[in-house]
Nanobody, 120 residues
Framework: VQLQASGGGLVQAGGSLRLACAAS????????MGWYRQSPGKQRELVAT???????NYGDSVRGRFSISRDNAENTVYLQMNSLKPEDTAVYYC???????????????WGQGTLVTVSS
């Protein structure tokens, strides 16, 4: 599975951006897709995930401002980011998960990351 993330850039606080993650390869094996982010000096954290079984899930810091969606025809997952804050500045990574062993184990695939910078 290969993941290509795009859509990052510079935006003012209060603005919006939409990230896209295009998946290719053996995408039929993918159960969950999502976005994570990492800013300097911090651990990578969950932003949002989407699954046909469990639906959507959001990190506490973005819930109500960000929205994850999926276009199955285009094999693409989107992250709509609204009301952006300077603390949202980070490299955003796309992730795909293949679950196996009754969902107890995962095989993870990561995209290359796209930088989002929010100015105050």
């Amino acid at each position: 599975v290969q993941l290509q993330a795009s859509g990052g850039g510079l935006v003012q606080a209060g603005g919006s951006l939409r990230l896209a993650c295009a998946a290719s390869g053996d995408i039929s094996s993918i159960n969950v897709m999502g976005w994570y982010r990492q800013s300097p000096g911090k651990q990578r954290e969950l932003v949002a995930t989407i699954s046909s079984v469990t639906g959507t899930n959001y990190g506490d810091s973005v819930r109500g401002r960000f929205s994850i969606s999926r276009d199955n025809a285009e094999n693409t997952v989107y992250l709509q980011m609204n009301s952006l804050k300077p603390e949202d500045t980070a490299v955003y990574y796309c992730k795909a998960e293949h679950l196996y062993d009754m969902g107890l184990r995962t095989l993870d695939y990561w995209g290359q990351g796209t930088l989002v910078t929010v100015s105050s």
